[in-house]
Nanobody, 125 residues
């Protein structure tokens, strides 16, 4: 069982930055693939970024160059640094984890077994 707790959301203006954190409770955090997803009202939950156990990083095309995913295995934490935020980035952001034998990832939310409760990010124009 993996417990995930997100933090760092808030209300910001367009162009501002936020850093989301996701703390994981689990014995083998270093072996997890960690993902960030977001869900806007009336829309499905969608992929934002993922980082594999060996540091491979994957991004939604529209956030490339603006968002950066990173992990600190010593702190069992994954981060999402979000710069140049846009109103269309407004959503509830969720952290997800999947235990994998080999470094791999998927943009499909159904691939991940563990989820946090979400943190709201609101970007005003």
């Amino acid at each position: 069982q993996v417990r995930l707790v997100e933090s760092g959301g808030g209300l910001v203006q367009a162009g501002d930055s936020l850093r989301l954190s996701c703390a994981a409770a689990g014995r083998t955090f270093g072996s997890y693939t960690m993902g960030w997803f977001r869900q806007a009202p009336g829309k499905e939950r969608g992929f934002v970024a993922a980082i594999t156990s060996n540091g491979g990083k994957y991004y939604l095309e529209s956030v490339k160059g603006r968002f950066t995913i990173s992990r600190d295995n010593a702190k069992n934490t994954v981060y999402l640094q979000m710069n140049s935020l846009k109103p269309e980035d407004t959503a509830v952001y969720y952290c997800a984890a999947e235990t994998t034998e080999f470094p791999s990832y998927s943009p499909n939310p159904g691939w991940y077994d563990y989820w946090g409760q979400g943190t709201q990010v609101t970007v005003s124009s």
